[in-house]
Structure formats: C-alpha cells, structure tokens
C-alpha cells in the first residue's frame, strides 16, 4: 500500500462509518429495533443507489456500508428489507448531501420468500432515514413499507401509510 492509499483510508468519511456504526451499536439495545429478523435474499449490495422514501429531503440514498453483516473474502456486504445500514445522500437538500448518515430498509425490487411461502417484491428499493436511537428523520413515508420492516422497526410502522 502506497502513503497516498493509506491516507485515503483515514479519510473523514471512513472516521464518520465507524463512528455511526459505534453509535449503533450502543443504541440497538434501546427499543430502536425488537425482535428477530428471518433469513431473506438480500438484494441491495454496498454502492446500490436506493430511492428515499420519507420526507425529510432525501431523494437518493448510496448504500456504504450495511450494520451486523460478517465478511467473506471478495464479497459485497448486502441488506435486505428492514437491515440498518449507512448511507449518503446522493440527490436532495444540499444540508443532507455529502453527510454519512444510517438508514433503514423499506423496500426491495429483489423477491424474497416469507415463511408462509409466499414471494414478495416491490416495485422500487427504498429507505428511510433515521437516527442512531431508530427514530425516522422525517415524519411520513410515502408507499408500503415490508411486513418484515415494520415488526423490526416500530417507529417506522407508525409512520407508514401500509404495510405490505
């Protein structure tokens, strides 16, 4: 490794993943997510641009990093619907662009198999912004939200129009 590469991986961007994914971890405990989570095919990869699906001036999110996932060499850490990850702002109100910030699943275009045996998939992928405690930063989500999302994540079901 190169001096130049070392110093791009101490980056305020690499300082910023660490320190919301320590964040998250510290307040996962606190009521931000309950209950388990089954095994789903996760569709979304690290460097997927997702849509935003609340209100809080977000249009697009690029998935960075994905929260609790362990590695395989070569690769790519992936979400599913309802998994916290981090995430930046790619189009939207110039005080969110640019700034690392977690998010939640809501929606993926890539079908999965409930345990009832039914396959289900929506029409876009989605996220919704939140902060380290699980609290949305917007107050409204616009379409359905995943029945696997809403019984992980109680704030996000209480903002949600449907859940599907």
Same mark, same amino acid.
């Given at each position: 490794m190169t001096h130049s590469a070392s110093q791009r991986l101490s980056s305020p961007i &690499?300082?910023?993943i660490l320190e919301i994914s320590t964040a998250i971890a510290l307040h996962i405990g606190n009521g931000a997510a309950s209950g388990n989570k089954f095994r789903m095919t &996760? =569709? &979304? #990869?690290? =460097?997927a641009v997702i849509n935003c699906a609340d209100n809080s001036g977000a249009k697009n999110l690029n998935i960075i990093a994905v929260s609790r996932v362990k590695g395989r060499l070569s690769r790519l850490p992936a979400a599913g619907v309802g998994d916290l990850v981090v995430a930046t702002v790619r189009k939207g109100k110039p005080e969110l662009r640019k700034k690392v910030t977690p998010a939640v699943i809501v929606r993926q275009r890539k079908a999965w198999r409930r345990k009832d045996g039914v396959f289900i998939y929506f029409e876009d992928n989605a996220g919704v912004i939140v902060n #380290?405690?699980?609290?949305?930063?917007g107050s409204a989500i616009t379409g359905p939200v995943g029945k696997e999302c809403a019984d992980l994540w109680p704030r996000i079901a209480s903002n949600s129009g449907t859940v599907a």
């Open positions: &690499l300082f910023a &996760l =569709g &979304l #990869p690290v =460097g #380290p405690k699980g609290e949305m930063k």
